[in-house]
């Protein structure tokens, strides 16, 4: 194999590794888990806000029926001293029924109260619920996709590994200066830094040489590498 044909399959081999590490830093899977990841926190957040108005509703309602309780044991109390022949007035006896009838007043609304907190409660125990499934499920989905991740940045980096290897070979008879030449150049002219030169396309670059120069190039014999006077890339003339 020639120099110049092994320095356009160095630069062949370049931008087949150029397209194999976009292909990994971009894989789809990665952006699919850092979207699932943010929805997951999001899932995250709004269940820990329902869970904490939740929790403060079962503490109102856990009071009020505590103080309804309190109620009630006091108009059992009261209950017992009137029909335990403890209140022999009349007087104290009327007393007491209308504080047993108020107690138990009291402890009906504090009932009804806790009712209504049950009810507000209700629909946030079962959106948690759902909330609860929905993590499952954007769990379950990041482990499928973090797997599939692993695989395909496996497949690319061996495939990687093995063109890098492909190109370390290739380079070889390839002068130092050269390849040094041509990297630089790589940098300004990407995957085009060396053009075969071509008389029936413009001379093969990218920048359509002009009459007298393309004529020049078709007398000039093969093997041939030089800097295009439009572009600068370097062209290579092959038999």
């Known amino acids: 194999m ?16 150029d397209q194999l590490r976009f292909k990994h830093d971009n894989l789809a899977e990665r952006a699919s888990i850092a979207e699932t990841k943010d929805e997951l926190v999001s ?21 009020l029926e505590a103080q309804a309780s309190d ?10 001293k009137l029909y335990g022949g403890a209140i022999t007035s009349p007087k104290e006896a009327t007393v007491m029924t209308e504080e047993i009838k108020s107690l138990r007043a009291k402890a009906t ?4 109260q806790a009712l209504e907190l049950m009810v ?3 629909p946030l125990d079962e959106a948690l619920v759902q909330t609860e499934a929905k993590r499952g499920e954007h769990e379950a989905k990041i482990a499928t996709l973090e797997a599939d991740l692993a695989n395909n940045e496996g497949e690319l980096e061996t495939e990687l590994a093995k063109t890098e290897a492909e190109r370390a070979t290739i380079a070889e008879p390839v002068d130092d200066d050269l390849l ?41 014999p093969a093997g041939t590498l030089e800097h295009c006077v439009d572009c600068g ?6 038999d």
Not at 2 to 17: F, G, M, P, W, Y
Not at 109 to 112: P, S
Not at 233 to 238: D, E, M, P, T
Request: glycine share 4%; proline share 3%; aromatic share 6%.
């Open 2 to 17: 020639s120099e110049l044909q092994a320095l356009l399959d160095v630069q062949r081999l370049d931008n087949t590794i």
């Open 43 to 63: 899932l995250n957040a709004g269940a820990a806000e329902s869970e904490q108005i939740r929790d403060n509703l079962r503490r109102q309602e856990r009071d």
């Open 71 to 80: 109620f009630r044991e006091r108009a059992q109390d009261f209950d017992g």
């Open 109 to 112: 609304d504090l009932d009804d």
């Open 120 to 122: 507000e409660i209700e």
């Open 180 to 220: 040094e030449q041509y990297r630089k150049l790589r940098i300004t002219y990407g995957p085009r830094a060396i053009v075969k030169f071509d008389p029936n396309k413009d001379g093969g670059c990218p920048v359509a040489m002009s009459a007298v120069e393309l004529d020049r190039w078709k007398h000039l």
């Open 233 to 238: 890339r370097l062209v290579a003339k092959f």
